[in-house]
């Protein structure tokens, strides 16, 4: 198993310039989820999702957009970087919600918005 | 809204001693975790704690909760230079959202 796959690792963007974040899982996890790490804030929830075909908003959704057409992929979008938005994004999932297992995170991926 | 409030926000300790590092949260909630990571690296899972009285050990790492109080400890015993590490306390709402504390920075010193 590859686990919690994130593509790409690295990547400079100009603001204005529109992403996707790649995160694949092959454990056959229900949920998923995106956030993003900041210093000296911690990890903040992006989006989740439960399912396929279901995602809902989390702490900081504003310009991100997903989807989950299937179960494996999550798929992060920024429309229009923004400096704002430099940051290391994780994905992460679980077997179960977490209720009996933690969350198995991906590697990250440092975005840098100039 | 929940808040999840962690302290201290950096530590450091001796080798040898113990300490703890509190996790407190705002709202009810029947699942708390505790998370690993060290510098430039990907966060590791250490404890899931799903009710109230929970306990578990891991080698020098023990983590409690009491959701009465909303209230989670890691305690760490004996500490080793190995230890330093960021950790992180993270809880689960009804809605599933996780919602992460900003996280303890624990510096081991020989």
């Known amino acids: 198993n590859a686990g919690v796959t994130q593509t790409p690792k690295f990547q400079v963007l100009k603001t204005g310039q529109s992403m996707t974040l790649q995160c694949a899982q092959d454990m056959n996890h229900e949920y998923m989820s995106w956030y993003r790490q900041d210093p000296g804030m911690g990890l903040r929830l992006i989006h989740y999702?439960?399912?396929?075909?279901?995602?809902d908003q989390g702490e900081v959704p504003n310009g991100y957009n997903v989807s989950r057409s299937t179960t494996e992929d999550f798929p992060l979008r920024l429309l229009s970087a923004a400096p704002s938005q430099t940051s290391v994004y994780f994905c992460?999932?679980?077997?179960?919600?977490?209720?009996?297992?933690?969350?198995?995170f991906g590697s990250g991926t440092r975005l840098t918005v100039v | 809204e929940l808040k999840v409030e962690q302290n201290p926000l950096f530590l450091s300790m001796q080798e040898g001693k113990n300490y703890t590092i509190y996790c407190n949260y705002s709202?009810?909630?029947?699942?708390l975790y505790w998370y690993r990571q060290d510098p430039g690296k990907s966060l590791e899972s250490l404890f899931v704690l799903l009710s109230n009285g929970a306990v578990k050990q891991e080698g020098r790492l023990m983590a409690s909760l009491d959701t009465k109080a909303r209230l989670s400890t890691l305690h760490i015993t004996a500490a080793v230079h190995d230890l330093s590490a960021t950790y992180f306390c993270a809880v689960a709402l009804r809605d599933d959202k996780i919602i992460f504390g900003k996280g303890t920075r624990l510096h081991i010193l020989p």
């Open positions: 999702s439960v399912g396929a075909g279901i995602t």
């Open positions: 709202t009810t909630s029947d699942r």
């Open positions: 992460a999932s679980s077997r179960d919600r977490g209720r009996f297992y933690g969350y198995t």
